[in-house]
């Protein structure tokens, strides 16, 4: 199972980006996928996460202004990201719950490997 993260960029204040993120593998089904961020001296936190349903919940600072979605055909996520502030410069880390259905059924916590954010002018 692997995640794979895209998308990251500098863009000025109020500017927008579109983080992306597929797992990949075989025989598996992904349940919650969602977005965290670390900046610099501060720790991780969640910015967004959505259920396979649908449900949706955002960080209270994102609100508004970020929207997440996935399509589960295809196993991805994505955070799109308007009104973009300073505060919002962070390595953005994508996360799936995900039921690998081998011989036995294992649930691992899937870390993609990070892409990084800078809003500033």
């Known amino acids: 199972v692997q995640l794979q993260a895209s998308g990251g960029g500098s863009v000025q204040p109020g500017g927008s980006l579109r983080l992306s993120c597929v797992a990949s593998g075989r025989r598996l089904r992904v349940d919650d996928m969602g977005w965290y961020r670390q900046a610099p001296g501060r720790q991780r936190e969640l910015v967004a996460v959505?259920?396979?349903?649908?449900?949706?919940n955002y960080v209270e600072s994102v609100k508004g202004r970020f929207t997440i979605s996935r399509d589960n055909a295809k196993n991805t996520v994505y955070l799109q990201m308007n009104s973009l502030k300073p505060e919002d410069t962070a390595v953005y880390y994508c996360?799936?719950?995900?039921?690998?259905?081998?011989?036995?059924?294992?649930?691992?916590?899937?870390w993609g490997q990070g892409t990084l954010v800078t809003v500033s002018s």
């Open positions: 959505i259920s396979s349903g649908g449900t949706i």
């Open positions: 996360n799936a719950k995900i039921l690998i259905f081998n011989d036995e059924i294992v649930a691992v916590n899937e």
